[in-house]
């Protein structure tokens, strides 16, 4: 081949870049794939100088630099041969530019695993798939070598498995529980193993926690072994739980010769080498807890040393705040050396125990066989104990407080239920041995309740304890007056000679009551209905003679307001009476058994322009039930508010389908006090008006006049909320209740209703008076710009003389009686209502 043939040949078909050179190592042909290695033209690179001599068969590693400024690492591979008859060499290029820089990138992730690994404060070693060790870091050399293994026994190139398997004695166990972990990992049978372990050494509690894990697969399956000191959390763990089980003491009223024992036992399980540790607290024997093998006399003795170490510290309150060591041949165990030298003490703590008042009262002894540091672990223990002594102690002493508080009332500070019932067994234990006869009252405040939800709680709160306080004046010291909540009081009297001596107490306790109590600017009147037991006439237990006397009190309230009745059977059969009426009235809403009856309105031409919804219960074996019954026992229940808002719902939807063009209908319903004192009655009546369809304007929510008084600002803020509704406010009852011309003028009221009793004098000896007070009434609230509406009409002269004073409107039994919804319709079918004919 000649020359030109040879240079065009390695120009056309060689892959890689090659150079021919001269002796002098410059060149003198490029071929193109080594213009584009060095990114240089051939005329560039022909008379380039490589700058160093060539040798035949070498191979060589070269840098070069490309115009760009980017560097290629080449390998390079030189061959001799002859050119134009002189010597030359074929340089053939390889770039392993990649190559070398993945090898540099290994070697740099190597080096910084390695760093990473050692940077851990985990032992960690790297397992292959048989359980070798491949890699391990400096925590786990010096973990090796700190437990008395050979780090390099334990470490690259041995079978961790089999260190496992051949480990004896006490952690043996753990050994073969980790081998199975590890290799259940290996298997693929778990992502990973976790366990916790203990390593105690001889003078100290040591934990560990075991983590492994696998990645990779096939040959190169690998498994990371963990091993962490979690001493501390363990410690903190351990300690968290102890406070725990010393503070459910301290909750549990334990005394405080329990808590000491818990605080030692929890000493106990922190230090191996415990060989006696004390409480020595002032007012209080000393309290040990000591090695099993020490002899009861040198256990007394050191209690006597505690003692005494406690009392030199509480007189001159030497050390305060602080932690006094004692080693063995300190002056202060001139007393009995010998116990020290028997017992093999090292060390010794003395620890002050302040109160929570900051006073030193005591001292914590602990006397150890090995010497331990005071660190901060150390401290942490004996700063607990002092915490929880402290309040163990601070429990102690209002241990009587507590007790007192148990057993009193807390607004009045008489006796309370439980107290009561403890005073009157003792009473019937006691009348039981001597024959004497014992009574049991029950007293309950009449219409307490009105004055509390009109005038507050906080009045109320303070008519109780003037009350109580006036009470308490008249009772004798071997008599008991408690409050069983409420405004509800009791009391027991001992020795009573005969029910003549009750009822004159009753008498008494009703003239204490008599005058007036001033409170906050109020002057209150307060009377109580009162209710007796007998001992052993009507009962010879506690909750019988407590049971018959609030039946008792029951038939007092309802025959007469402050009044006084004994028990006896008819009144209990009328409490069973009354308890089998509430079950039946708790199940009434859902037993679909409560009805509306509908009574009109009617204005002076006769026509109906309105109707009051009024509740019916019909029972199925118990018939109609009057309002008069079910009503107030509704309202004491609470059931009134769902009563109510059923019988609005269904109210409204009914007048609803009564409108007719050019005659609107409204509908009144009655608002229960209870209700209204609900925060979410504007906000469930808006909802029930609205699901109703019934226009606001035709809707009259009836108020009592009780529910007006009390705070003023609070009460205008509700009516006016309701009055932004579009609804129309009336007073219902008016006259009966407190009448004030003031809230008449400041409240939205647009409606009021002469109570029936003014109505029903008319045509009798009090027709005059009656009148009058009609009369006035019409002219208020006409100069108010107010509508009336008389109730309880139901004679001709009734409604004539309405007439003649130009009432508004007309309800009562002269038109119709309170009717279901399908005979009211029938009422609505004419234009006039004349009245009944034979009331004409």
């Not at 808590?259 to 309290?287: K, N, R």
């Not at 409170?519 to 018959?548: M, N």
């Not at 005659?663 to 009144?668: A, E, L, T």
């Not at 008389?790 to 004539?800: F, I, L």
Request: net charge negative; charged share 20%; glycine share 6%.
């Amino acid at each position: 081949m000649t020359d030109s043939t040879f240079l065009r040949a390695i120009n056309t078909t060689g892959n890689d870049p090659q150079l021919i050179l001269d002796a002098d190592g410059v060149v003198c042909f490029a071929n193109r794939a080594a213009e584009a290695l060095f990114g240089r033209s051939r005329d560039e690179l022909q008379g380039f100088p490589f700058g160093f001599p060539l040798a035949s068969h070498e191979t060589t590693d070269l840098e070069i630099i490309r115009p760009n400024g980017s560097v290629a690492l080449v390998l390079m591979r030189v061959q001799p041969l002859t050119l134009d008859g002189r010597p030359a060499f074929l340089a053939t290029l390889s770039d392993i530019t990649e190559r070398r820089r993945s090898e540099l990138l290994l070697i740099e992730s190597q080096q910084f695993l390695r760093s990473t690994l050692d940077a851990l404060s985990a032992h960690i070693a790297i397992l292959d798939q048989d359980g070798m060790i491949v890699a391990v870091n400096q925590a786990w050399q010096e973990f090796s070598r700190s437990a008395g293994y050979n780090p390099y026994r334990s470490g690259v190139g041995y079978n961790y498995l089999a260190i496992c398997d051949a480990s004896e004695g006490e952690d043996a166990p753990i050994s073969r529980a980790a081998a199975a972990g590890i290799r259940a990992v290996i298997a693929g049978a778990q992502t990973h193993f976790h366990l916790d372990y203990p390593c105690h050494a001889p003078d100290q509690h040591h934990w560990f926690t075991l983590r492994v894990t696998r990645f990779g697969e096939g040959d190169h399956l690998r498994v990371v072994v963990a091993h962490e000191d979690i001493t501390r959390r363990k410690q903190a763990e351990i300690l968290s739980n102890e406070r725990r089980q010393v503070l459910e003491l301290v909750a549990r009223s334990q005394t405080i010769s329990v808590v000491i024992q818990q605080i030692l036992v929890m000493i106990e399980q922190h230090y191996l080498g415990l060989i006696y540790a004390s409480l020595a607290l002032a007012d209080v024997p000393v309290q040990h807890l000591a090695r099993p093998d020490l002899p009861d006399d040198t256990l007394a003795r050191l209690d006597v040393w505690s003692r005494m170490r406690a009392d030199s510290r509480l007189s001159d309150g030497a050390g305060y705040g602080k932690i006094v060591r004692c080693p063995p041949g300190d002056a202060r165990w001139n007393e009995i050396a010998d116990i020290v030298a028997d017992t093999g003490l090292k060390d010794c703590w003395l620890a002050p125990i302040h109160s929570h008042t900051g006073r030193l009262n005591g001292v914590l002894v602990i006397l150890l066989s090995v010497p331990v540091p005071l660190d901060v672990d150390n401290l942490q223990v004996v700063e607990l104990a002092e915490q929880l002594l402290m309040i163990a102690m601070e429990q102690q002493e209002h241990t009587h407080q507590m007790a007192y508080q148990a057993h009193h009332d807390a607004l009045t500070g008489l006796p309370n239920r439980l107290l009561f019932d403890d005073h009157l067994g003792r009473a019937i234990e006691s009348a039981r041995r001597s024959g004497n006869m014992i009574a049991v009252l029950f007293i309950d405040l009449d219409r307490f309740k009105q004055i509390n939800d009109s005038l507050g709680h906080t009045i109320g709160d303070a008519l109780l304890i003037h009350l109580a306080r006036r009470l308490e004046s008249y009772v004798r010291s071997a008599d008991t007056l408690a409050r069983r909540g409420g405004d509800e009081f009791m009391m027991v009297l001992t020795e009573i000679t005969g029910p003549q001596q009750v009822a004159k107490v009753a008498h008494r306790l009703h003239e204490l009551l008599q005058p007036p109590f001033h409170i906050a600017g109020h002057e209150l009147f307060v009377s109580a209905s009162i209710g007796a037991s007998l001992y052993p006439a009507d009962g010879e237990d506690s909750d019988s003679l407590q049971r018959c006397a609030d039946t008792a009190m029951y038939r007092a309230k309802n025959t007469l307001r402050n009044s006084f009745q004994f028990f006896d059977s008819d009144t209990n059969q009328t409490a069973l009476e009354r308890l089998r009426l509430e079950n039946y009235l708790r199940r009434a809403l859902e037993r679909n058994e409560l009805d509306i009856y509908y009574q009109p309105k009617v204005d002076m031409a006769g026509r109906i322009v309105g109707a009051e919804a009024l509740l019916r219960w019909k029972h199925p074996d118990l018939g109609m039930i009057p309002p008069i019954r079910f009503i107030p026992l509704a309202e004491e229940l609470g059931l009134i508010i769902p009563f109510n808002a059923w019988c609005m719902a269904n109210a409204f939807r009914q007048v609803q389908r009564w409108q007719r063009p050019g005659r609107p209908i409204f509908m009144s319903v009655n608002v229960s006090i209870i209700q209204f004192s609900q925060p979410n009655f504007v906000e469930s009546l808006r909802t029930i008006v609205a699901e109703s369809g019934l226009a606001p304007s035709l809707i009259v929510l009836e108020l009592t006049e009780s529910m007006l008084i009390g705070d003023r600002s609070s009460v205008t803020q509700m009516l006016d909320r309701l009055r932004s509704l579009g609804l129309t406010l009336a007073i219902d009852d008016f006259g009966t209740g407190y009448s004030s011309l003031g809230y008449l003028r400041r409240l939205p009221i647009s409606i009021l209703k002469i109570d029936r009793s003014f109505v029903s004098d008319i045509g009798t000896e009090r027709d005059d008076s009656g009148r009058a007070i009609i009369m006035a009434i019409m002219s208020l609230a006409h100069q108010l710009g107010m509508r009336v509406v008389a109730e309880g009409v139901e004679t001709v002269a009734q409604r004539d003389f309405l007439h003649s004073v130009g009432c508004d409107m007309i309800q009562g039994y002269f038109y119709s009686e309170p009717l279901p919804p399908a005979l009211f319709e029938h009422l609505l079918r004419d234009d006039h209502l004349p009245g009944p004919m034979w009331k004409q």
